[in-house]
């Protein structure tokens, strides 16, 4: 069975830092673009950032770009989310999802985590 399975998420207050973890079992995708999301209630998902396969290229979205970094450890078929100076509207579920060509929209990826949540106050 294949997993993606999320942890590292929590409470800070505004200015603060938390760091995701995503961990992959069932298979191993080190081929695999990986990307994170985002949804905050009553809005859609939308694209955080995403790392090639060999990590060489990162994509954010504008929100977020110069505060957080998306990493990955193929060894540990891992992937990361440092995120730096959160802002209460960095509140939302975040996902992790895989793709063998994935870009900034949802419906490019066909693996998903199950959320973990974010909630920064202010």
């Known amino acids: 069975q294949v997993q993606l399975v999320e942890s590292g998420g929590g409470f800070v207050q505004a200015g603060g830092s938390l760091r995701l973890s995503c961990a992959a079992s069932?298979?191993?995708?080190?081929?695999?673009?990986k990307g994170w999301f985002r949804q905050a209630p009553g809005k859609e998902r939308e694209f955080v950032a995403r790392?090639?396969?060999?990590?060489?290229?990162?994509n954010y979205a504008g929100s977020v770009k110069g505060r957080f970094t998306i990493s990955r450890d193929n060894a540990e078929n891992t992937v990361y989310l440092q995120m730096n100076s959160l802002k209460p509207e960095d509140t939302a579920i975040y996902y992790c999802?895989?793709?063998?060509?994935?870009?900034?929209?949802?419906?490019?990826?066909?693996?998903w985590g199950q959320g973990t949540q974010v909630t920064v106050s202010s």
């Open positions: 999802a895989a793709a063998r060509r994935g870009g900034s929209y949802p419906a490019e990826y066909g693996y």
């Open positions: 069932g298979r191993t995708f080190s081929s695999y673009v």
């Open positions: 790392i090639s396969w060999n990590g060489v290229i990162a």
